[in-house]
């Protein structure tokens, strides 16, 4: 007879060299290996988690959201993408935070390295640095520009971006100001280091924020039926915005 022991130590050194979407492969076989990989703090998840992302993002508190280690490697792989911001943007080493660097009259964004068209999705943001004159978070599609110049409202300044002006607490649609928002009698304005949960529901066509675990209301409705990616764009000269995907948003 064989020692399940055995059986499970030789599943997890083989699951640990396996491609992330063989994993996925791999849970559809059997019941037993789905439950053996729906462990998210098993060794398999945190051999590919310490094999991807960078050793200073691991115990950071930037991931405090995102408690196992298959959260985390899930948080690294939706993040801001390298290939898809401005060129006075780049993403720190950490993986998860992007700097602007100190262009003059140069409007920046980024946008994730993953977009969206059906489900529900929540992601944190971390505006680290001095929001400036202009600071917004939202979505884009591709098509939406990641650079412009002056200090503006880059995100939600066309018809392909919806945005959060966190400095004027507006609304931002196809160049025009959609509202104040939140709908609160003196709202107060974004403190730096303050975590925004963006939500995201794809079959419900809205996008939402929270703030310190307050819901703050639906801020954007009838969003088209398009790859939708988290989005932020920035004026001042050093900042930094952080992102962590957090997965499908808990109601209630």
Not at 3 to 15: G, H, Q, R, S, T
Not at 100 to 113: E, H
Not at 214 to 228: N, T, W
Request: glycine share 8%; charged share 20%.
């Amino acid at each position: 007879m064989v020692d399940p022991l055995c059986n499970y130590n030789v599943l997890e050194a083989i699951f640990s060299y396996l491609e992330l979407n063989d994993l996925y492969r791999c849970s559809q076989v059997c019941k037993s290996w789905y439950h053996f990989l729906n462990d998210e703090n098993s060794d398999v998840w945190r051999w590919h988690c310490l094999r991807k992302l960078p050793k200073e993002s691991v115990k950071s508190d930037l991931l405090a959201s995102v408690s196992t280690y298959k959260t985390k490697l899930r948080a690294y792989l939706h993040a801001w993408s390298p290939n898809d911001c401005s060129r006075n943007v780049y993403i720190k080493p950490n993986g998860f935070t992007l700097h602007r660097n100190p262009v003059a009259q140069s409007t920046d964004a980024a946008r994730g390295k993953i977009g969206f068209r059906q489900g529900r999705h929540a992601w944190e943001v971390i505006w680290e640095g001095p929001l400036g004159t202009v600071a917004v978070i939202g979505i884009s599609t591709k098509e939406a520009a990641l650079q412009c110049h002056g200090y503006v409202a880059l995100l939600g300044s066309d018809d392909q971006s919806w945005g959060w002006n966190l400095v004027e607490n507006h609304l931002l649609h196809n160049g025009d100001m959609q509202g104040n928002y939140p709908l609160l009698n003196n709202a107060p304005k974004y403190q730096v280091g303050e975590r925004i949960r963006v939500i995201l529901d794809c079959d419900d066509n809205t996008l939402s924020f929270e703030k310190n675990y307050e819901f703050l209301g639906v801020a954007f409705r009838g969003l088209p039926d398009k790859k939708l990616y988290p989005t932020v764009s920035a004026v001042y000269g050093n900042t930094e915005v952080s992102m962590v995907y957090l997965g499908t948003p808990l109601d209630g």
